[in-house]
């Protein structure tokens, strides 16, 4: 958006962080920061762990309507990761610290080149949004997918499994009225857009 994509976007369901200290917090001490950072700025939401932190897991929280406890949306924080470079985005005058696209391409390309695209066909329309606003140095991306500890895979699902990847992006809801492209558009986008880092494809 901040870019200058015009269109709609889907919308996100929740809020993905990183947090570093030089020691490990408990899950009760990472609870106890966020409620205060509530409080601190007016936001009357209350804070709940969901799912401990792991080897390979991130944390999850649940917020929620104090007077009704009702769930509003999910925070997914990662701990003590590989630090991401940062800027700062303004977005219907909220300014916030955010990763910088590259770091975030980096994931989504991960994604995009294993079978997990099936299951997170949101990384594909990402990508599809990307293509239109934002050109990247492909080496860059690649270093901070190494970076990251992530491998890429042989996008065999996303070359060639185009009929399954159409049957979950079909079943893929876009909130509100977001209109939703067609896929055959989001792929040749995407196709396109990744063509630097894909391996070289089979002949039919």
Do not use: C
Not at 50 to 59: L, N, P
Not at 88 to 114: N, Q
Not at 158 to 178: I, M, P, S
């Amino acid at each position: 958006m901040e870019a200058g994509f015009t269109d709609d976007t889907r919308h996100t369901v929740d809020i993905d962080a990183n947090w570093y200290s030089e020691t490990k917090p408990t899950g009760e001490q990472m609870e106890k920061s966020i409620q205060k950072a509530l409080r601190n700025s007016s936001i009357d939401l209350n804070i709940r762990l969901d799912r401990m932190y792991g080897e390979g897991r991130s944390a999850g929280f649940e917020l929620y309507d104090p007077s009704t406890n009702e769930v509003l949306f999910t925070m997914d924080i990662d701990v003590n990761r590989l630090a991401v470079e940062t800027r700062i985005y303004e977005v219907a005058k909220i300014r916030f610290r955010g990763s910088s696209l590259v770091p975030m391409l980096a994931d989504k390309l991960s994604v995009v080149s294993s079978d997990k695209v099936f299951r997170r066909v949101k990384d594909l329309i990402d990508l599809y949004y990307a293509a239109h606003v934002y050109q990247p140095d492909w080496p860059q991306v690649l270093q901070a997918v190494a970076d990251s500890g992530r491998t890429l895979r042989t996008f065999n699902g996303f070359l060639y499994k185009t009929e399954e990847l159409r049957h979950a992006y079909n079943k893929f809801r876009f909130d509100g009225d977001v209109s939703k492209p067609a896929f055959d558009d989001v792929y040749q986008t995407v196709r396109e857009y990744i063509a630097e880092v894909l391996p070289i494809t089979k002949s039919k």
